[in-house]
């Protein structure tokens, strides 16, 4: 098994990339916000992606590859076994905030550090772009957050408003893009 990062260009970028790809994630409890606090609510279901949703991400991946975003892959003998995408953009009131859009790592290869390395290269880049945060609008299961808080993110003190009516039950994230 060889593992091989590097950046995607807009014209890599198509469904054919994603064959040896699996979405899938079993997700059982998922935080929730109550009354102004975060709880742990069991909220089980399948997340996966159909075709459309294939079609929307490889729209969105070609257009910020090709505005000089950040699109960073990883390959397992030649196969996607994970991606991240980073908005070339800065938002916030401050203008410090670049946006996280994708973090994902087929099912196959969890547990392997990949998302790991993704998620540093995404940092890095965004620092190397003059963010001083990186924001995630992050699924709002307990292991895509457990994920998260252990690289160092909290709750965004500037919610998107624009993320959080798209996908309400996620949580707003921000991260330190310090080293």
């Known amino acids: 098994m060889k593992l ?6 807009a014209d890599e ?21 109550e009354e102004g606090r975060w709880v742990i609510r069991e909220d089980g279901f399948v ?3 159909a075709e459309e949703d294939y ?18 892959a ?20 401050r203008r410090e905030y670049l946006d996280l859009t994708n973090l994902h790592v087929s099912e196959d290869m969890r547990g392997r550090g990949i998302g790991t390395v993704l998620f540093r290269a995404a940092r890095q880049w965004a620092r190397r772009e003059g963010a001083s945060k990186l924001y995630l609008s992050a699924h709002s299961a307990v292991e895509t957050q457990a994920f998260y808080r252990a690289r160092g993110c909290v709750e965004a003190r500037e919610y998107s408003r624009e993320h959080v009516e798209r996908e309400p ?11």
Request: some cysteine.
């Open 13 to 33: 970028i198509c469904r054919e990339l994603f064959y040896g790809f699996v979405r899938r994630q079993v997700v059982t409890d998922c935080w929730r916000r």
């Open 4 to 9: 091989c990062y590097r950046g995607l260009g």
């Open 55 to 72: 079609r929307e991400l490889i729209t969105s991946l070609k257009s910020t590859a090709a505005r000089s975003g950040l699109v960073y």
């Open 169 to 179: 039950f996620d949580c707003q994230l921000e991260c330190s893009c310090e080293p």
């Open 47 to 49: 997340d996966d992606w």
């Open 74 to 93: 990883c390959f397992c003998d030649g196969a996607l076994k994970g991606f991240v995408s980073v908005e070339p953009e800065r938002f916030g009131a």
